[in-house]
């Protein structure tokens, strides 16, 4: 009896298997009309009457488009109060040109549209969806406009797949839970028509990808990241981006000192509060007769206080950055030449946090002064990086110069010899190279801890290649006979392996016929 059972049991699960087979085939095969997809939709939609689609016909709703052989084309219903799910049979509506569905109360998951190649524009935002499927945009290769903003995803990746639009001008993915890095497709080499991209009050971090460079973008908004990280770094790419208008990177952790700004003629909106950035304000960007708003409050920004075109809006808190006056003005000459050097290692934001005000010798980090005169300045391990500025001789005060243990490359600068006061230099424990210039005979030089001091690193490397340059081309000639010697060697060996090779054929055949004959 129990047998039994199990066999109706088996029979019936083979049963269910094959006809939600034939049903799976038969939808492949002959796949819902966009009639009844549209039926489909509008059950789980479940539009208020007031939008009126009570028609049999679809094609006769409110907000519906269809061509002339009635496939629906457009779906426009933005702004309805629609409280519904959104169907998975709409991936079926493969003559849809545009979806709308902005503005409404729409929940759940959003089917994927994968492969609707006629679509063009999707308006999805400020709904209630709540997951966005990887292939989404698998195959859309006609899509031009995507705007996804505000609706609660959950955490998502913006998928590889989005390179399928390759005639893709606008991106808005505002406040969508979007994670991870800004991704490299976003450039020229591959969605080169791509003017607007917004991701704003995402979770994304990492810094800009390179392959910005040269893109065509005009408006890019990466504000307001809510990942622990933010987005980082430089954002020296934007320099090469000449076709930006508008650029809103307030909110992140972005840092360093800003870009040439000269090549940004059309640059009108640059929002860059709330950041680290350092260094002085470059002229580049006061000048730019383009720029109509600009936003610099709260960074480290030092030197003087840039003057702004008078049609520019400049949002400018006071004592939020780290300028030498509270207005605009000149800077001491002590504190411009500590700036410049500075600059030779990047403006490092540990000094630009401490080096505020005119007054270098007003408890500036790293310095030590006497009677108003700078009379050592301390760097030693502070994780430093770039070269040794040739500024430092001009504080001609300085008694010692401690800049050991950092990461500075380069040479030591001839021009510290003349240092009227100095007798203690320490560069040791760093990455230099260069012959060590002849200072008097009473300074105290540490070089130690740098492999390549006393190495010329551009000669040795000159001579590496081209057979040397502006040597005499002895490298050139040995490496010619060099070349020369190797090809003698292989044709002498070849020639002796064939021989080889013949003289034991010779011998083999030998006494083969010594063995018949004999």
């Not at 059972?5 to 049963?15: D, K, R």
């Not at 009050?201 to 460079?213: D, I, V, W």
Request: glycine share 8%; proline share 6%.
């Amino acid at each position: 009896m129990m047998k039994f059972h199990t066999s109706v049991g088996l029979l019936a699960l083979f049963l269910a298997f094959l006809f939600s087979f034939f049903i799976s085939s038969d939808s492949q095969i002959n796949p819902p009309t966009d009639s009844d997809v549209m039926l489909s939709l509008k059950k789980s939609l479940n539009p208020h009457p007031g939008l009126d689609w009570s028609d049999p016909d679809p094609c006769n709703w409110k907000h519906v488009a269809c061509s002339v052989d009635k496939r629906i084309t457009r779906i426009q219903i933005g702004h309805q109060n629609i409280k519904g799910t959104l169907s998975s049979d709409i991936s079926y509506l493969t003559q849809l040109i545009r979806l709308e569905l902005q503005w409404n109360n729409i929940s759940g998951p959003l089917p994927s549209l994968r492969n609707l190649t006629s679509l063009q524009v999707i308006m999805l935002n400020d709904n209630l969806f709540n997951s966005i499927p990887i292939d989404f945009f698998s195959g859309m290769t006609s899509l031009q406009s995507v705007n996804i903003d505000n609706n609660p995803f959950s955490s998502w990746e913006l998928p590889e797949s989005l390179i399928d639009a390759r005639a893709l001008q606008n991106f808005s993915a505002n406040n969508a839970n979007i994670i991870g890095k800004i991704p490299d497709f976003f450039g020229p080499d591959k969605l080169s028509g791509l003017v607007n991209l917004h991701l704003a009050f995402n979770s994304l971090e990492g810094g800009l990808p390179a392959s910005f460079s040269g893109s065509q973008i005009e408006s890019i908004w990466v504000n307001g990241q809510k990942s622990n990280g933010k987005l980082t770094g430089s954002i020296d790419v934007i320099q090469n981006m000449t076709f930006l208008k508008e650029v809103w990177f307030q909110s992140n952790e972005f840092s360093g000192p800003l870009p040439d700004f000269s090549g940004m003629i059309n640059l009108e909106s640059l929002n860059l509060r709330d950041n680290h950035f350092t260094g002085l304000i470059p002229l580049s960007l006061t000048n730019l007769s383009s720029l109509r708003i600009v936003n610099l409050t709260n960074n480290l920004f030092q030197g003087p206080i840039p003057k702004f075109r008078n049609s520019v809006d400049v949002d400018f808190v006071k004592d939020t950055n780290s300028f030498c006056l509270p207005d605009p003005g000149n800077c001491d000459p002590l504190t411009n030449t500590l700036l410049t050097i500075a600059k030779s290692m990047g403006y490092p934001e540990k000094f630009s946090e401490n080096w505020k005000g005119n007054n270098p010798c007003l408890d500036w980090f790293g310095l030590t002064c006497n009677g108003g005169n700078i009379t050592i300045i301390n760097f030693d391990k502070m994780g430093l990086n770039g070269t040794i500025s040739a500024e430092f001789a001009s504080v001609k005060s300085l008694r010692r110069l401690i800049l050991s243990d950092n990461n500075f490359t380069g040479t030591i600068p001839p021009e510290l010899v003349t240092l009227p006061e100095l007798y203690e230099i320490d560069v040791s424990g760093n990455r230099l190279h260069g012959k060590v210039p002849s200072f008097r005979s009473n300074v105290m030089v540490k070089t130690g801890g740098n492999p390549d001091i006393g190495k010329d690193m551009s000669s040795s490397k000159g001579n590496d290649e081209s057979g040397g340059k502006g040597g005499d081309g002895s490298n050139a000639c040995e490496k010619s006979k060099s070349w020369i010697g190797t090809v003698v060697f292989f044709v002498v060996g070849g020639l002796f392996l064939i021989f080889l090779i013949g003289f034991v054929a010779f011998c083999f055949s030998y006494k083969t016929k010594q063995k018949r004959f004999g």
